[in-house]
């Protein structure tokens, strides 16, 4: 199991936590663990937040995160931001949620590197730290194990991104789901995985659909199959499918078919065993749906 190490300050903002540790703690395989340099830590919304002194070994696949506080509160001692920029030098991930950058540029991690943070605070932020590119309009920004983000709910999004990069596009749709919130655009471009972009909605029904399809895209799936599992009519399941992708569940598995395909081939593979590995009987559906 990988660890998530939150790193809280006094006047830490509760959302910022929360939403990550949320994210984390319904994806599959990881330990959750809260350190800082004295506790309770008091939060700007009031609850006091009991926290680890003494910090967990961390491995190179371990996730360092640290949520965002009330502007003009947080600090760190140099000790701790020395601390984070070494799990970042061994190889780990370091991620931050709104003014949570702060303490990423102070360990140095930010010079020659693009990042973001919260809208309010991004000019000062570029003037605080001149040697980092300071990304406006975007949810959160990726660069060398570095992972910023915007501020607040967006930190949701940077969690479902990572969870996404490290077991797959289904099951950041899954969390998604499972806490009924979209699983979101990328933070500055659309959805490369059709099983994200296509999830922007609250169908249940239509989910749990695609979650069939996710699953076993490769094999036949006749419409009747998937509306009994549904429970619903297949005109039921075609119109509500419809309605939240805009596409018929059968377009939706030839798009994860061709989009599977299109990652083989781009690996190596040929056209005619691409075709095959994602369930097409020869390349000429596969050529026919690449060329629309």
Avoid at 29 to 47: D, K, N
Avoid at 261 to 289: C, K, N, P, Q, W
Wanted: charged share 20%.
């Amino acid at each position: 199991m990988s660890r998530v190490l939150f790193v809280l300050t006094p006047q830490v903002h509760l959302l910022d936590l929360a939403g990550p540790a949320q994210v984390f703690s319904t994806a599959p395989g990881y330990r959750l663990h809260y350190v800082a340099e004295a506790s309770p830590v008091p939060t700007w919304q009031g609850v006091p937040l009991c926290a680890e002194l003494e910090w967990p070994t961390l491995d190179p696949g371990d996730l360092l995160l640290v949520p965002g506080w009330r502007s003009g509160y947080g600090y760190f001692t140099p000790a701790t931001l020395d601390r984070i920029a070494a799990h970042h030098a061994a190889g780990g991930t370091v991620a931050s949620v709104c003014a949570g950058a702060d303490a990423l540029g102070r360990a140095g991690l930010l010079d020659g590197r693009r990042c973001t943070t919260h809208h309010d605070l991004q000019d000062a932020f570029a003037r605080r730290f001149p040697k980092a590119t300071v990304t406006r309009d975007v949810l959160y920004v990726c660069d060398e194990r570095v992972v910023t983000s915007a501020g607040i709910a967006s930190g949701i999004d940077l969690a479902l991104h990572l969870v996404a990069q490290r077991h797959g596009p289904a099951t950041a749709a899954r969390v998604a789901r499972e806490m009924v919130v979209y699983a979101r655009r990328n933070g500055e471009e659309q959805q490369h995985s059709a099983m994200l972009r296509h999830r922007a909605h609250l169908s249940d029904v239509v989910h749990r659909v695609q979650d069939r399809i996710d699953a076993d895209f490769a094999a036949p799936l006749p419409l009747a199959d998937l509306a009994a599992g549904a429970g619903v009519s297949e005109r039921t399941l075609t119109r509500l499918f419809t309605t939240a992708t805009g596409r018929t569940p059968l377009r939706y598995q030839q798009l994860l078919r061709v989009e599977r395909a299109e990652y083989l081939i781009g690996h190596g593979s040929t056209a005619e065993s691409a075709a095959r590995a994602v369930g097409f009987t020869d390349a000429r559906m596969l050529r026919r749906l690449r060329a629309r």
